[in-house]
């Protein structure tokens, strides 16, 4: 919106041209989703309490948790509203990207919140039944994978590329890359709402993973930085850095109030949103399986839940102390901070492993 704005006053005033520049644009994305946070967190926080919307916390889990019943919750719209209100300021609304990945956000969102309300408002402990919640997601993680797809003008906006190899890719027809855009979008989301547990635990490593995005997301728009690091150049992925921005700026603000010990937690409404958002920026920019890879610890939590159901299932034995693996962890007398903070140092190794595939080719 400003973007446009500046476009047209550029003419009298030749200083807003420093506004095109997308860098500079994705600064602005950061402050002002941050400063929206910080400023509007406090009333949402006491909006959230008046009307007890508090967490509900499980009487079989760590018993360090049973303080946190009540604690305000769905502060994830928070991070929402931040994100949205700084991408529609500073992106180039022209670009379909942003509109897909924003959208696709947003929905997730959606379902978040309408799982959160059912539970914390409704007081129904089940919630959305998890068929609805997983109906709804395959059906816009689906309807993103197709819209990308027969949108896509150029080959590589639909081909597979493997990390640390040079000029290897795998060119996806129309069902292997609406199946692979699904599994990713889909499956991210989840995996960052099982990781949401603990009091910043998800929240950091998204803001981590989503900062990486940023970067490959500018490289793989400028044409000479996508040649000279041979990856491929997808014109109009780099003003994805300004949702990105937004997303890193919007998360900064949201652990100011969630730090241990937490004020809020982000709930459904955000951890399904931000997942989704990792997701969808991952398969613009044709990293799919470098998301695999910096996302790791939400793909830790995610499989020792598959484990633990298969084990008990199959054998009636549990391999964890209780999953997802977090909690293992504070079962086994780790404090929570901890955890927390052990966590987001192996973010902070994969991310930089993620970001070597850059030039390690």
């Known amino acids: 919106m400003l973007l446009w704005l500046t476009e047209i006053l550029s003419d009298y005033f030749s200083a807003l041209t420093v506004f095109q520049y997308l860098t500079l644009r994705a600064i602005l994305g950061v402050l002002t989703a941050l400063l929206i946070s910080l400023l509007i967190g406090p009333m949402m926080i006491r909006k959230l309490s008046q009307h007890q919307i508090g967490q509900a916390v499980r009487d079989d889990g760590p018993q360090t948790h049973l303080s946190k019943a009540g604690t305000p919750t769905m502060g994830g719209a928070l991070i929402l509203v931040a994100i949205a209100i700084s991408t529609l300021l500073w992106a180039d609304l022209g670009n379909r990207y942003v509109w897909v990945v924003l959208i696709v956000t947003l929905a997730f969102g959606a379902i978040g919140w309408v799982d959160d309300y059912r539970k914390v408002v409704e007081r129904n402990p089940r919630g959305l039944p998890a068929r609805w919640k997983y109906f709804w997601q395959s059906v816009i993680g689906a309807a993103a994978a197709v819209l990308l797809y027969f949108t896509a003008a150029l080959p590589q906006e639909t081909s597979l590329y493997l990390p640390f190899l040079k000029n290897v890719s795998i060119t996806l027809g129309p069902v292997l890359f609406i ?16 990781t949401d547990g603990l009091d910043g635990l998800a929240i950091m490593p998204t803001v981590m993973v989503a900062s990486a995005l940023a970067i490959f997301a500018y490289v793989s728009g400028h044409a000479q930085f996508a040649n000279y690091l041979l990856i491929p150049h997808l014109p109009g992925a780099g003003e994805l850095i300004v949702f990105c921005c937004a997303l890193v700026g919007a998360g900064l603000g949201f652990l100011w109030f969630n730090t241990y010990p937490a ?3 982000m709930g ?12 969808v920026v991952a398969v613009i920019v044709r990293q799919e399986i470098v998301l695999f890879i910096m996302g790791g610890v939400f793909v830790m939590e995610t499989i020792s839940v598959i484990l633990q159901v298969a084990s008990y299932k199959l054998t009636g034995r549990r391999i964890f102390r209780m999953a997802p693996l977090h909690h293992h962890f504070e ?10 903070v052990r966590f987001w140092v192996i973010t902070v190794v994969l991310v930089l492993i993620g970001l070597a595939s850059l030039k390690i080719r």
Request: contains cysteine; aromatic residues 8%.
């Open 331 to 340: 079962l086994k007398g780790w404090p929570e901070p901890r955890v927390i």
């Open 179 to 194: 199946l692979l855009t699904y599994c990713v979008i889909v499956g991210s989301s989840n995996a960052v709402n099982l």
């Open 263 to 265: 004020q809020v937690f």
């Open 268 to 279: 459904d409404v955000g951890a399904l949103a931000l997942g989704a958002a990792l997701g």
